[in-house]
Structure formats: C-alpha cells, structure tokens
C-alpha cells in the first residue's frame, strides 16, 4: 500500500506571505501509463474537498494562479504564493496511481 | 452541472450493515467515470473507501475490502455503499464523489454513527 505523509505547517501563517506543504509518497508514482496522478485538495470546515491541482502541477479549472504544484517521483510540493483568509483549511495530497490514498492533511491558520 | 446527493440511516447498530445511495444528477454514471466513496471521522482526515467504473468494475481500501461492496444502478443513475459488521470505528461522514483525482464532484456528505 503507498503511505502518504505530509509535513506541518509552522501555524500560523502570515496574510500576503508565501506558504509551503510537502508530501512524501512511499513509492514512486510514476504509473505505467507514465503519468503521475498526484493532487492536491482542500478542505474548508463543514464543507467537502475540493480539487485545486491534478498531475502533480495542472491547476484545476478556477483555482487561483496563486496555487502551484510541483515535484517528481516521491516528493511533491503544493506552494501558496501570497496567502488568503480563504486558503484556510486543511490540504491534503492524494494519490491514484496504485488504488486511492490520502495523505494525513496539513491544517494552515492565519 | 453534476450533483450528487448521498442519503441513508445515521444511526447504524454495532455489528449491523452500512448502506448509502448517491444520486447523481446533471450527468449519468454511464459515463466514462470512476465513481468514489471517502468518509471522514469527526475530526479527521479522508480515507478512500473504494469505487466503481460504468462498466461495474470496481477497487477497494484493502483495509475494509472484505467488508465493503460498492454498487451502480444505471436505471436509477446512482451509486450504492455496503459496509458491514461495523464498530464505532466505522463513524464518519461519507461522501461520494466522481473520481477526486481530477474531478471536483462531491456530495455534501452524510454523517453515520454506529451506536447501539
């Protein structure tokens, strides 16, 4: 099974600054079809997920060009540019490549 | 635009079987789609419970695997969930969703506890 795990955020996090979340895969997710299905979600209270990067760094339609994704391989990296009230929630990584998992989610305060 | 809307018990015995239907709506599940199940504890993070392609393929969590079966029922254009024996482990809110990897299709959610 591939075992996401992804870093803490040191909270709280200043508006207008720049914000980093890692996550580490277990194993490649390089599939065979050589795609990496990596994304990134996130989570505002009460309301579910909602997709903000596919394929490692392919932004989902509407989803501000202050959010960027990146990585290769095992190590991925979601970064937010400049920080909104809004971006507050939990982000989780997600892998498709071997099943679906989740990673444990990164909660970002303001 | 395509709604999907979980219903079923919130309120499952000990021991006795979970089940869920989404409705899908603005879109068919006939299409070329994978079709999910995620819940959340109260206060937790997400765990994929398994999906369904059109073609009635499915993939399960190897963790619940032997307990959970997930159903498509094209006439009614809905997904179903079986979870059975569950423990109060199993308390979560569920939700479907059309594959979460590069979709942004959710339902609201349905919240199920498992309580005698």
């Known amino acids: 099974d591939i075992v996401l795990t992804q870093t803490t955020l040191s909270s709280p996090v200043t508006l207008g600054q720049p914000a980093s979340i890692s996550c580490r895969s277990s194993q490649s997710l390089v599939h065979s079809d050589g795609n990496t299905y990596l994304s990134w979600l996130h989570q505002r209270p009460g309301q579910p997920p909602r997709l903000l990067i596919y394929?490692?760094?392919n932004r989902f339609s509407g989803v501000p060009d202050r959010f960027s994704g990146s990585g290769a391989g095992t190590d991925f990296t979601l970064k937010i540019n400049r920080v909104e009230a809004e971006d507050v929630g939990v982000y989780y990584c997600l892998q498709a490549t071997q099943l679906i998992t989740f990673g444990q989610g990164t909660r970002l305060e303001i | 635009q395509v709604q999907l809307q979980e219903s079923g018990p919130g309120l499952v015995k000990p021991s006795g079987t979970l089940s869920l239907t989404c409705v899908v709506s603005g879109g068919s599940v006939s299409t070329n789609h994978w079709w999910s199940w995620v819940r959340q504890p109260p206060g937790k993070g997400l765990e994929w419970v398994g999906e369904?392609?059109?073609?009635?393929?499915?993939n399960y969590n190897p963790s619940l695997k032997s307990r959970v079966t997930v159903s498509l029922d094209k006439s009614k254009n809905q997904i179903s969930l079986e979870l059975s024996s569950v423990t109060a482990a199993d308390t979560a809110i569920y939700y479907c969703t059309r594959a979460p990897y590069y979709d942004n299709y959710w339902g609201q959610g349905t919240l199920v506890t498992v309580s005698s």
């Open positions: 369904i392609y059109h073609s009635g393929t499915t």
């Open positions: 394929k490692i760094s």
